[in-house]
């Protein structure tokens, strides 16, 4: 297997995905890999996965999906189960191409409901942990919500603009986002069994102001879950934890790391 560079592409499931890693390759590591939000891309995620590395000495892997940041898309779209749909056709050909090894699944809003679904149907021993970030497991009025507010900025705030930054195909990555979320047949979406199946140790952080949901969210994992759970639920925080509260989520996560990858951190911390 090529060893992967620091960024470039990766070609999976008829797709060509932009990705960066931040460390040694995952065959060599414990590599924490990240799924971003349903808005997101490589570059959204800004220093986040650097403090990671830092703070862990994991390495880290992230990457756009089809259609958002640099990624092309692909046809016809998004469909009304791309989560379950990423999470069990793409994401564990990602895993095998770039040669993870063993460490942490790391998502964020839809990335997060991503990863619930993988570990929730997927029994793959090198997923040792997952970190779930402001996670949706099932469709709140709250959400659909703000979804229709994002709409109207889209289309006569200064969104679009915004997002431009981000991506590159700036109309397809919004509007897959927002159609499926706003489309009636979207309100079945639900994980509830998803989550009774996860047995590997879950991190769930989620801010208390949090526009996207409430805390349903957390109490939902809270009452399935068989696996081990832990939650941090953050005063004066939003969405977006990693960005509104840097230093604690980041402290968060690697408290979990270190608790769920003993061996790994003491082996890859620096000498001091």
């Not at 016809?76 to 379950?84: A, E, K, M, R, S």
């Not at 050909?93 to 570990?119: N, R, T």
């Not at 998803?194 to 349903?216: C, F, K, N, Q, W």
């Amino acid at each position: 297997m090529e060893l992967l560079a620091e960024e470039g592409q990766i070609s999976v499931a008829g797709m060509v995905l932009e990705y960066r890693l931040i460390g040694a390759p995952p065959s060599r590591s414990s590599t924490i890999v990240m799924l971003h939000e349903g808005l997101g891309s490589v570059s959204t995620w800004g220093e986040f996965p650097r403090r990671l590395f830092e703070r862990t000495r994991a390495s880290v892997f992230f990457y756009s999906r089809a259609g958002y940041g640099a990624s092309p898309p692909v046809e016809p779209g998004l469909p009304i189960d791309y989560i379950t749909r990423h999470a069990l056709d793409v994401l564990p050909k990602i895993l095998e191409a770039i040669g993870f090894s063993q460490g942490l699944l790391l998502g964020h809003s839809d990335g997060a409901s991503m990863v619930a679904a993988y570990a929730g149907n997927i029994a793959d021993p090198r997923v040792r942990g997952l970190v779930l970030m402001a996670p949706h497991f099932c469709v709140e009025p709250e959400t659909l919500a703000e979804i229709r507010k994002a709409r109207r900025a889209f289309e006569t705030g200064n969104l679009r603009q915004r997002l431009a930054r981000y991506h590159k195909y700036v109309d397809t990555a919004f509007r897959g986002w927002n159609d499926v979320w706003l489309d009636p047949r979207f309100a079945t979406f639900n994980l509830r069994e998803d989550l009774a199946r996860i047995s590997v140790p879950m991190l769930i952080i989620r801010g208390d102001g949090d526009r996207y949901g409430t805390h349903r969210q957390v109490h939902m994992a809270q009452e399935i879950c068989k696996g081990p759970l832990e939650t941090l639920l953050m005063p004066d925080c939003g969405h977006v934890p990693h960005r509104e509260k840097p230093a604690q989520t980041v402290d968060a996560i690697a408290r979990f790391y270190q608790r769920v990858l003993p061996e790994r951190t003491s082996k890859s911390q620096p000498k001091t």
